[in-house]
């Protein structure tokens, strides 16, 4: 059976761990809250009304199609174009190409940067990997001018984060959500991890600090993993309500 993502892959080992999925998750919030598009994810009213819901989804299309057999996974990204080209319809406006890159830039980022926070460093090899699944992502997608190789990558990132982000009432309103329906102490924690595996562009705008409080618990967390306590932790930081979600993250799928 042919599989969109190889067995073995780096991405795979990236995207079968709910405390891995979970950073990148953390990271995505941030980045999604100052993106210029952020007005065509409020328009549904989906984002404001359930912020981490949307996320989770977010996320959860992406790990499906991480392990699913190729024709699976290529079904899954047509249906994700399908559900965007609904809402283009609904506005009567198209989402811009650029918004689509934005997106897909995002989970390749804080797929690198989520692991090397909580594993190692990856190598050059294995960021090319991780770009190469969201590159034929993308590529399914139809979103255009993908840059062809990593290191082309790295440059066209770092253009998108200076001409497509920027801090407006979406970002204040949509940390205001995430306030909400974490509650404060959860809602530090977060803001904690975002420290973490933002790019500096990103923590720039939203003023989030040089030094993550989280940084010297990260040891911790990694015994805990070994004698099994982590899933304490993770209940800690999410609401019980996504409690079920996040044990479907922790399940490395064959």
């Known amino acids: 059976m042919e599989y969109f993502v190889k067995q073995g892959s780096i991405v795979r080992e990236i995207w079968g761990k709910a405390d891995t999925v979970l950073f990148i998750f953390t990271g995505a919030s941030a980045e ?18 359930d912020p981490l819901g949307r996320l989770f989804s977010t996320v959860s299309y992406a790990r499906h199609i991480v392990f699913s057999e190729n024709e699976a996974a290529l079904k899954t990204i047509d249906r994700i174009t399908q559900i965007h080209e609904g ?18 830039y995002m989970l390749i980022h804080y797929s690198i940067s989520s692991f090397e926070v909580l594993e190692r460093k990856l190598t050059y ?12 992502v993308g590529d399914r997608m139809k979103i255009p001018d993908l840059p062809l190789y990593y290191k082309d990558w790295l440059i066209s990132r770092e253009e998108h984060m200076q001409q497509d982000l920027e801090k407006t009432k979406y970002s204040i309103e ?10 404060p ?3 530090k924690i977060l803001k904690e991890g975002q420290v973490l595996v933002v790019p500096v562009r990103v923590n720039k705008l939203l003023g989030l600090g040089n030094t993550s409080l ?10 805990t993993r070994k004698i099994k306590l982590d899933w304490m932790l993770k209940s800690l930081i999410f609401p019980k309500k996504y409690k079920d979600q996040i044990k479907d993250l922790d399940v490395l799928p064959t």
């Open 32 to 49: 999604f809250a100052l993106n210029k598009s952020v007005d065509w994810l409020f328009f549904t009213g989906r984002l404001p009304a």
């Open 87 to 104: 809402v283009e319809t609904a506005r009567g406006a198209k989402i811009p190409d650029w918004a689509y890159r934005d997106v897909l």
């Open 125 to 136: 090899a294995e960021k090319e990997a991780v770009y190469d699944v969201f590159y034929r």
């Open 174 to 183: 949509l940390y205001k959500q995430y306030k909400k329906h974490l509650g």
């Open 185 to 187: 102490v959860r809602f």
């Open 214 to 223: 989280l940084k010297p618990v990260i040891g911790l967390y990694k015994i």
